[in-house]
């Protein structure tokens, strides 16, 4: 099993104009975080809002596709879909994965601005190498604010395309990210 875990975070994110917000939960994401999460060995995919509502919401969708009709239609989704916690804060996602082996994690946030410090995709592959749990978080809206990844140990380098376009969705980016960090050449 995998020392990487991975976080999507609702809360503190910031919108278009740099305003923190709480954005919501959107079905896709889950479906597709899940799944990435289940191709590479994700123990746990943490969905991090302190919104009641959508915290519902996402256990709606959770039971339906782990004990519904949706686990008798789909057992592969169900498979995925059972990996999703959730939590209100990433101190509830560190306690929650301190609990389980014993030491907290170690933060690496993800961005898509570039910096001179960020941890590069070889580095992180090479500390995943150590027995040491680790937290990827990622931010949805426009990403996490400042302050948030300050706080983290590591930012992790952004994916850079072929232009300066630089706006994937996040569904799109933890495939990308989780298959250099995890991925075989094979």
Known sequence: MSNLFIALTHYPVIN???????????????HDMSRVARTYGIPSFYVVTPLEDQKALVERIVLHWVEGTGARYNPKRREALERIKIKSDLE???NHI????????????TSACPEDWNLSFDEFRGMLKNDRPYLLVFGTAWGLPESYMDEADYQLEPLLGVDDYNHLSVRSASAIILDRLLGSDR
């Open 16 to 30: 278009k104009n740099g305003d923190v917000i709480a954005s919501a939960v959107t079905n896709l994401d889950l």
């Open 92 to 94: 509830e996602v560190k």
């Open 98 to 109: 301190q609990s389980k082996g014993g030491e907290p994690p170690e933060v690496v946030v």
